[in-house]
Structure formats: structure tokens, C-alpha cells
Nanobody, 124 residues
Framework: QVQLVESGGGLVQAGDSLRLSCAAS????????MGWFRQAPGKERDFVAT????????DYATSVKGRFTISRDNAKNTVYLQMNSLKPEDTAVYYC?????????????????WGQGTQVTVSS
């Protein structure tokens, strides 16, 4: 099992920045990929970004490319999401996720483990 704990959410104004953190514990040696998803009220949980645990290869949703940066610190078993130039439409609960196998899929069902979520609210 892998446990994930997010932190760093909050209320900011449009154009501001935030950095989310996700600390992993448990069987972290089995992790292949970690990612961030977000879910706005009344909407589905959407892919934001992923990072491969060994290669640091990253992928981003089109809506955040160029504004968000995902990174990981293997020594701390932590993944980060640096969010710049935030927009009101970025408002959502942000979830950290991890999986223990390799796939090119970016849907929530392809991830085994989830954090509890952290709220990000961007005011206009």
C-alpha cells in the first residue's frame, strides 16, 4: 500500500502562484508514476499532470501546459505541482495519485492510490 498526503492549497487571486506538495509513504519503492488530478464542483475528475518516478518524464493537460510544473524529489518521496498564472477556472479540489505499473493512460481509473485532496480557489 501507498499513502499520499497533499498540502499547499488555499485561496489566491487570479495571476498568483501556489505550490502543492504530495508526500508518499508506505511501499514507495513500487511507485512508477505519480500525478495530479483536479475536480471542480459538479464535474468529473480531470488529469492535470504526471511524472515518471525514475525518469522524471512529465506530461501535462493542455489547459495547464506552460503554467504548471510537476516535479518530484525521490529522496523525500514527494511530488510537487507549481502552479503559476492561476485562473479562476483552475478552482478545484486537487488530488495526488500514484500507480505501481506502467501505462500511457491518464484516466483516474489507471491510478491505484489517492490522497484526500486539497482545495485551490482562485478569485477573479
Amino acid at each position: 500500500q501507498v499513502q499520499l498526503v497533499e498540502s499547499g492549497g488555499g485561496l489566491v487571486q487570479a495571476g498568483d502562484s501556489l505550490r502543492l506538495s504530495c508526500a508518499a509513504s508506505g511501499r514507495t519503492g513500487s511507485i512508477t508514476t505519480m500525478g495530479w488530478f483536479r475536480q471542480a464542483p459538479g464535474k468529473e475528475r480531470d488529469f492535470v499532470a504526471t511524472v515518471r518516478w525514475t525518469s522524471s518524464s512529465t506530461d501535462y493537460a493542455t489547459s495547464v501546459k506552460g503554467r504548471f510544473t510537476i516535479s518530484r524529489d525521490n529522496a523525500k518521496n514527494t511530488v510537487y505541482l507549481q502552479m503559476n498564472s492561476l485562473k479562476p477556472e483552475d478552482t478545484a479540489v486537487y488530488y495526488c495519485a500514484a500507480r505501481t505499473y506502467y501505462t500511457s493512460k491518464y484516466v483516474p481509473a489507471s491510478f491505484d492510490f489517492w490522497g484526500q485532496g486539497t482545495q485551490v480557489t482562485v478569485s477573479s
